[in-house]
Nanobody, 124 residues
């Protein structure tokens, strides 16, 4: 089992920044990803990072403003969000899959473990 806990959400103004954190416990060799879901919309892939942090994968629409990172295998996974827009308003979820190789997926169905989410609201 993998337990995931997100933090760092909140209210930001357009053009501002937020940093989300995802703390994982329970198993090793996990690929960690961020997804988001806005009201009335499907869950959307944001970015993924490998177990040691050396590989990252982004949705094309997220490149440039969002950065996923981790310092080492014991550190949280971060999502740095810059130049925020009102359309970034969503619940942001941390997700994980156990994978010894780097095979990132943008499909929510490929992630077995999920956090409860953290709300991000961007005001105009």
């Amino acid at each position: 089992q993998v337990q995931l806990v997100e933090s760092g959400g909140g209210l930001a103004q357009a053009g501002g920044s937020l940093r989300l954190s995802c703390t994982a416990s329970g198993r090793a060799f996990i690929t960690t990803a961020w997804f988001r879901q806005a009201p009335g919309k499907e869950r959307e892939f944001v970015a993924a990072i490998s177990w040691a942090g050396g590989n990252t994968y982004y949705a094309d629409s997220m490149k440039g403003r969002f950065t996923i990172s981790r310092e080492n295998t014991n550190s949280p996974v971060y999502l740095q969000m810059n130049s925020l827009k009102p359309e970034d308003t969503a619940v942001y979820y941390c997700a994980a899959q156990v994978a010894r190789g780097w095979r990132p997926s943008s499909s929510a169905d490929d992630y077995a473990y999920w956090g409860r989410g953290t709300q991000v609201t961007v005001s105009s």
